[in-house]
């Protein structure tokens, strides 16, 4: 965008908001016409008088009068109109200035006279900024310049300096270029302002022109005013243009500190281009430059995004040979990609080391901590941990806090942390809506929704209401039991507040809807959804398709899937999931090899729930060891058949009395990892029962056994849970 078309763009505005009505300026104006100056020869001998009242009126902040008091002279001068204005702009109620009238009366002097000299722009021009019309105040200045007169660099500064203090970039750029056009070259001070604000701002063309512009002046050499600029860049992926502009800076001398070269790697470490970014980290070692830990927490930070956790800790292993001491953000950033990676080991020892060096965690080091423990499925361990950080008292934020809600809500003490949440409040912490939406989500957990819809009025909310996130959270609950009442309630609660149903409250309506059997209103839905251009998202037809096969309504499910297959977000292996299953079900083999085909011409491949249906559906009939053969087809693609196929497989080969099949198998489930869970065992104990199986003793020993030993593992499982 060019800058001069900034300038162009508000004095057109502004002419536009403050045109006037030739009509009624005589009236407001009351400027006498020159042909009745040139009929009246009477002098005055009110003239000092009429002036002091003028000066009185506008001086009190009445404009309307002072121009009655002003026409009565019969010969208003320039001087006059600039003691009425000057009066006017520094009266007492001076934030009450009616805008549009006193650029009328400027507008009245341009055409009628007298014409405005040099002091009427400088009064106007200092009273607007003054009052702070920074707009009209430019504008007077542009107009100034048009006039012949030049405004003063110190007007024009302060005008800059208030739009960097309100943060309008835009109209500090206008300012900016109208200054060039002048010649008058800011301070340097609040250049580094106005470059490190565009920066920020993101951007990075006009904080770059700016820095151009001055440098073709010979100021501003200094790596404090062009950092910006760099940081700037490499944030919007235009690490090359700042690469140059390094370059080109150090050939006119320019020295770079070490936040110049960490610009760069973080821009050339964002963009994935790791080359070029050990190669500015080299380079800013040869230059003097020794990286800092902000320059290593960068490349850290960016390759564990990309999965990279041996190479982050590479580089780890490199500042402490440096002798740059990691702080806690680096070792933060490294724990958190090693909880997602479930390298446990490494995460005990990075621990030890942050102990060891008496580095204190803070609010991100216990969030990475509890949120890996949850992935793993230790809530009450997550919990144990946050209940003493937060009784030792311990710094942290509401995140933290959020987390230990969820804690909480998922061990069913939602009371509890209602609780907390009033002490976290009396701490001076200010709950968010994920604070408010994560209890709500607990109390409906426990089925205690008509407490959770109270709830909502006791909340201070964010944005003074609930959330469609807080209404989902209700409806869902109350759709998956089926409460039609509390559904009506969030609904009309919802009309109430003005949130619209978005695709996820429709998904909640629709399982409802199929659930109770109202199928016809399931499509409805759907086509409005459609209609109004909420798009369903694959979770919602999946719940539809899972529904209709249920209800045994497979042709209509079809139907449904051909329709709506190619609109880019739908199907995917789990809708087939459900059609194959359905189909397997109902015997309809061509229905399967269709949806099969099908599912490959789309490339997506059959994971444990395809073959989990195809197995069930052998053994079904009976072909237990063409199932054995799909499931060795499995292990062959990769995939770890769950215990549900293997129980299935076990419950055909008791029917059947293969009684050292099921010992085969059940050694196949050790060798997979896979261990026999409640259905396994109740399986085994059936077998077990049969009088007859006392004609195989072996195999009735083994049988004993597998039950014996799953059920001491299970009892040492539930002496640790305890």
């Given amino acids: 965008m060019r800058l001069s078309l900034l300038t162009s763009h508000h004095f057109h505005r502004f002419r536009k908001t403050l045109c006037f009505s030739m009509v009624n300026f005589?009236?407001?104006?009351?400027?006498?016409?020159?042909?009745?100056?040139?009929?009246?020869?009477?002098?005055?001998?009110?003239?000092?008088?009429?002036?002091?009242?003028?000066?009185?009126?506008?001086?009190?902040?009445?404009?309307?009068?002072?121009?009655?008091?002003?026409?009565?002279?019969?010969?208003?001068?320039?001087?006059?109109?600039?003691?009425?204005?000057?009066?006017?702009?520094?009266?007492?109620?001076?934030?009450?200035?009616?805008?549009?009238?006193?650029?009328?009366?400027?507008?009245?002097?341009?055409?009628?006279?007298?014409?405005?000299?040099?002091?009427?722009?400088?009064?106007?021009?200092?009273?607007?900024?003054?009052?702070?019309?920074?707009?009209?105040?430019?504008?007077?200045?542009?107009?100034?310049?048009?006039?012949?007169f030049l405004p003063s660099f110190t007007s024009l500064l302060k005008i800059l300096k208030k739009w960097l203090g309100l943060g309008s970039l835009v109209d500090s750029m206008s300012v900016f270029?109208?200054?060039?056009?002048?010649?008058?070259?800011?301070?340097?001070?609040?250049?580094?302002?106005?470059?490190?604000?565009?920066?920020?701002?993101?951007?990075?063309?006009?904080?770059?022109?700016?820095?151009?512009?001055?440098?073709?002046?010979?100021?501003?050499?200094?790596?404090?005013?062009?950092?910006?600029?760099?940081?700037?860049?490499?944030?919007?992926?235009?690490?090359?243009?700042?690469?140059?502009?390094?370059?080109?800076?150090?050939?006119?001398?320019?020295?770079?500190?070490?936040?110049?070269?960490?610009?760069?790697?973080?821009?050339?470490?964002?963009?994935?281009?790791?080359?070029?970014?050990?190669?500015?980290?080299?380079?800013?070692?040869?230059?003097?430059?020794?990286?800092?830990?902000?320059?290593?927490?960068?490349?850290?930070?960016?390759?564990?995004?990309?999965?990279?956790?041996?190479?982050?800790?590479d580089i780890l292993g490199k500042m402490g040979k440096e002798g740059c001491d990691p702080d806690i953000v680096t070792y933060n950033v490294i724990l958190r990609e090693l909880f997602h990676q479930d390298r446990y080991v490494e995460i005990g020892e990075l621990l030890q080391v942050i102990d060891q060096k008496e580095i204190s965690p803070d609010s991100f080091t216990y969030a990475a901590l509890t949120g890996g423990l949850l992935k793993r499925g230790q809530v009450r361990v997550a919990n144990k941990l946050l209940l003493y950080v937060i009784s030792a008292g311990c710094t942290v934020d509401v995140a933290v806090y959020n987390i230990y809600f969820h804690c909480l809500c998922r061990e069913n003490q939602s009371g509890e942390a209602l609780s907390l949440l009033q002490s976290m409040v009396e701490?001076?912490?200010?709950?968010?809506?994920?604070?408010?939406?994560?209890?709500?989500?607990?109390?409906?957990?426990?089925?205690?929704?008509?407490?959770?819809?109270?709830?909502?009025?006791?909340?201070?909310?964010a944005n003074n209401s609930p959330d469609v996130v807080s209404f989902n959270t209700i409806l869902s609950a109350a759709c998956k039991q089926g409460n039609s009442s509390m559904i009506r309630r969030v609904l009309y609660r919802m009309e109430y507040e003005g949130v619209k149903l978005n695709a996820v409250s429709s998904t909640c309506l629709i399982q409802y809807f199929c659930t109770i059997g109202k199928?016809?209103?399931?499509?409805?839905?759907?086509?409005?959804?459609?209609?109004?251009?909420?798009?369903?998202?694959?979770?919602?037809?999946?719940?539809?398709?899972?529904?209709?096969?249920?209800?045994?309504?497979?042709?209509?499910?079809?139907?449904?899937?051909?329709?709506?297959?190619?609109?880019?977000?739908?199907?995917?292996?789990?809708?087939?999931?459900?059609?194959?299953?359905?189909?397997?079900?109902?015997?309809n083999d061509s229905l399967v090899e269709q949806l099969l085909r099908d599912m490959y011409s789309r490339r997506l491949k059959p994971d444990a729930v395809t073959y989990g249906s195809f197995i069930k559906g052998l053994c079904k009939e009976g072909k237990i060891s063409v199932a054995i053969q799909l499931r060795d087809q499995m292990l062959e693609n990769g995939l770890t058949p769950t215990v549900t196929i293997y129980n299935t497989i076990l419950a055909a080969m008791f029917q059947r009395g293969k009684f050292w099949d099921i010992v085969s198998l059940l050694k196949d489930m050790t060798m997979d990892g896979c261990e026999p869970n409640a259905v396994s065992i109740e399986i085994l104990k059936q077998a077990m029962s049969k009088c007859w199986m006392k004609r195989f003793p072996e195999v009735s020993k083994q049988l004993e056994f597998v039950i014996c030993g799953n059920c001491e593992k299970e009892t040492q499982t539930g002496g640790i849970t305890s």
């Avoid at 002036?51 to 902040?61: E, I, L, P, R, Y």
């Fill in 427 to 461: 701490k001076g912490l200010v709950p968010t809506n994920v604070s408010y939406n994560t209890i709500l989500n607990g109390f409906c957990r426990e089925n205690h929704i008509d407490e959770a819809l109270q709830l909502f009025d006791h909340f201070e909310w």
């Fill in 519 to 587: 199928i016809s209103e399931c499509l409805e839905l759907l086509e409005s959804m459609i209609r109004n251009g909420l798009n369903p998202t694959v979770v919602t037809f999946n719940i539809l398709l899972d529904k209709l096969c249920k209800n045994g309504l497979l042709g209509t499910a079809h139907r449904i899937f051909r329709e709506f297959r190619n609109t880019g977000y739908f199907p995917n292996t789990t809708s087939y999931n459900i059609l194959i299953h359905a189909s397997i079900r109902e015997g």
């Fill in 26 to 148: 005589s009236y407001l104006c009351a400027l006498p016409a020159l042909d009745s100056i040139e009929e009246t020869n009477t002098h005055d001998p009110n003239h000092l008088q009429l002036q002091h009242t003028m000066q009185n009126d506008a001086a009190s902040g009445n404009l309307r009068k002072a121009l009655c008091a002003l026409n009565s002279i019969r010969y208003p001068s320039v001087n006059d109109y600039n003691a009425l204005l000057y009066h006017y702009l520094k009266s007492s109620s001076r934030h009450l200035i009616v805008l549009d009238e006193l650029v009328q009366v400027y507008f009245g002097m341009k055409r009628l006279g007298p014409y405005p000299n040099a002091s009427t722009f400088n009064i106007l021009l200092d009273g607007m900024t003054s009052t702070g019309n920074l707009r009209a105040a430019f504008f007077f200045a542009e107009e100034m310049w048009r006039s012949g």
């Fill in 177 to 313: 270029e109208f200054m060039l056009r002048l010649e008058y070259f800011p301070t340097e001070p609040t250049l580094n302002l106005l470059i490190s604000m565009l920066s920020k701002a993101g951007m990075a063309r006009e904080a770059h022109f700016v820095f151009r512009v001055l440098l073709g002046k010979g100021c501003l050499k200094c790596a404090h005013s062009y950092n910006p600029i760099l940081w700037a860049l490499c944030k919007c992926g235009q690490s090359y243009t700042a690469l140059a502009l390094l370059y080109s800076l150090k050939k006119m001398g320019a020295v770079h500190n070490a936040a110049s070269y960490t610009a760069l790697v973080y821009g050339f470490s964002r963009e994935g281009l790791w080359e070029e970014a050990f190669c500015m980290l080299d380079e800013m070692e040869i230059d003097g430059c020794k990286p800092n830990v902000i320059t290593y927490t960068v490349i850290v930070k960016f390759l564990c995004d990309e999965g990279r956790i041996g190479d982050a800790l």
